[in-house]
């Protein structure tokens, strides 16, 4: 979890990143066969996580006894689609779901090949679209988002 030096620290001498992480470490250490993450990197800096988005990833794809299911809530759209198998996007008031969208990427995902590859921004852009409610004509990428029926 990137805090090997602070064992003996107590939570008011870590940083908020630290200390976020020390939650998502309590929250991994109770085995539950859910677990409900509401924005867990959002006060974590840019390269931590994206480690801790390779460290719940590799935790999640090799615990192939006990695979858990995680309720993972993020304003991050890159972060949605790294992480998920399905996105649920939400209208603002009242909270209701607009979208249920399949990620088409398979797993095991290298984060590196994802982001560069030209279906990832076919589909983060096609999803931003959605997100935004907006509609243009039709292209060749808009095939890369499926909605589920609601």
């Known amino acids: 979890m ?4 602070f064992e003996n620290k107590y939570p008011g001498q870590l940083s908020g990143g630290m200390q976020q992480r020390v939650a998502i470490a309590r929250a991994l250490a109770m085995d539950t066969d859910i677990l409900l993450m509401d924005e867990p990197f959002g006060a974590i800096d840019p390269k931590n996580r994206t480690a801790l988005w390779d460290l719940l990833l590799q935790l999640w794809e090799n615990d192939s006894e006990k695979k858990k299911t995680v309720l993972f809530v993020t304003h991050d759209i890159d972060e949605a689609i790294f992480l998920s198998d399905r996105i649920i ?3 603002a008031a009242p909270g209701r779901v607009s979208a249920q969208i399949e990620v088409p990427f398979s797993r095991p995902r290298n984060r590196m090949q994802l982001l560069r590859s030209r279906e990832y ?5 096609n999803l931003l679209n959605v997100f935004y409610n907006e509609t243009g004509e039709d292209r060749e990428e808009d095939h890369y988002i499926e909605k589920i029926a609601l």
């Open 2 to 5: 990137g805090l090997d030096g």
């Open 89 to 91: 996007l939400m209208d």
């Open 121 to 125: 921004g076919f589909f983060k852009n």
